[in-house]
């Protein structure tokens, strides 16, 4: 898979929430504060540039997850999930 | 760059080129030395950063063609003409030189043999790459899941891992593969000459009594089609997993 464009899965952001968070995230369930829509963050709608990355509901377009990134430092945007499920190591 | 200590978390590492491979006109394999290593398994992809000397950085995903059998990462990379990366990746990069890598990405998309089968591949061009690890994968093990892969193409010399595929499923008769081509063909050709549909499906794809795990991998068009056409065939969708690259991708 080649994924050089900026409209990408939810796969596409499993590299920078792999560096933040401990659990696999690309498996994680989000449901979307906007439009009730459940989902694996894998399946999602990825907008992807230097500056940040943006993952958004599949079923209404709203964010889901805002990562911005910074020298040293991400800023990073839940405001759009209302609930995340995460499958903890066995 | 850092290699941070934090359990758990991805961290970027650099990996070597050690060898290149041309697969088509305009897809090349690197083979990467990662002293420590990846530790993925089939279907998952990996980061890849490049910096520019004036410190902007460029970062895409890309699928491991190696299985988790083998020694070096492989990543194979098709060039797409308005790329940031790609270009680099198939045109510049020379062996001895080293990579940023953050990895193994994806929970989802992913097959061992222990899975079990009978296994379904839909590939869409370099779609074919996730699912070449887990055919590969499959004859590290000995694996006799029977196994069917429909892959299409635009053109015969376009088609990615065209030799390899011959020779592991010359040596295998539980794998089956199929080809179209979209474009062009040549004056022999007895595969397919269309786009991937549900006829077509329906012809390759196995009796969905049989319950098969479909991977399907390719531009978003093809998934979509392809992943419906399954369902309407009587497949379970929750047995078919799909993994799409953006409309940039082209549509084979």
Known sequence: MTTDDHHLDGNAAGGVLGQIFAFEMTTAEVICAHCDAVGPIGAAVV????????VRCRGCGEALIRIAHGPQRYWVDFSGTRLLQLAAAE | MERTALP?????????????????????????????????????????????????????????????????????????????????????LREGDQLELRGPIGGYFTWRVADGGPLLLVAGGSGIVPLMAMLRHRAAQHSTVP??????????????????????????????????????????????????????????????????????????????????????????????????????????
Request: proline share 6%; hydrophobic share 40%.
């Open chain 1, 47 to 54: 907008y992807a540039t230097a500056m940040g990355t943006i």
């Open chain 2, 8 to 92: 758990g978390r991805l961290a970027w590492q650099l990996g070597r080129v050690v060898d290149i491979v041309d697969e088509t006109p305009r897809c090349r394999s690197l083979i990467l030395d990662v002293p420590d290593g990846i530790g993925h398994t089939a279907g998952q992809h990996v980061d890849v950063r490049l910096t520019a000397a004036d410190g902007y950085q460029a970062q895409r995903s890309y699928s491991i063609a190696s299985p988790p059998e083998d020694q070096h990462l492989v990543l194979t990379v098709e060039r797409l003409d308005d790329g940031e990366v790609s270009p680099y990746l198939t045109e510049v």
């Open chain 2, 147 to 252: 196994t069917r892969l429909l892959h299409s193409s635009r053109a015969f010399d376009a088609i990615i891992y065209r030799q390899a595929l011959e020779q592991l499923a010359a040596a295998d008769p539980t794998l089956m593969v199929a080809h179209t081509l979209t474009r062009r063909q040549p004056a022999d050709w007895a595969g397919y000459t269309r786009r991937i549909d549900r006829a077509m499906l329906a012809d390759v794809a196995g009796a969905p009594s049989e319950q098969p795990q479909a991977f399907v991998c390719g531009p978003t068009a093809l998934v979509e089609t392809v992943a419906s056409a399954l369902v309407e065939l009587g497949h379970d969708p929750v047995r078919v997993k799909t993994e799409r690259f953006g409309a940039s991708g082209g549509t084979p």
